[in-house]
């Protein structure tokens, strides 16, 4: 049998939420930060890349 004296407090914190350390929650942020901006360019590029350039007249 596996006792949480094991792994320490922080193992099993309910909910399925990590006990992160200041440092790690920065990290989260920014990966989700990086994710997002990503999915974001992938968009507009697929977006640019579908519509028509105009074309200035002089």
């Known amino acids: 049998m596996v ?3 094991q792994f ?3 193992s ?5 939420n ?3 350390t200041a ?5 989260h942020e920014l990966e989700k930060k990086l994710k997002d901006a990503e999915l974001e ?4 590029k697929k977006q640019s890349a579908s519509s ?7």
């Open 3 to 5: 006792r949480r004296s």
């Open 8 to 10: 320490g407090e922080a």
């Open 12 to 16: 099993f914190p309910g909910n399925g």
């Open 18 to 20: 990590l006990k992160l």
């Open 23 to 27: 440092e790690q929650e920065k990290i």
């Open 41 to 44: 360019r992938d968009i507009l």
């Open 52 to 58: 028509p350039r105009a074309v200035d007249e002089i």
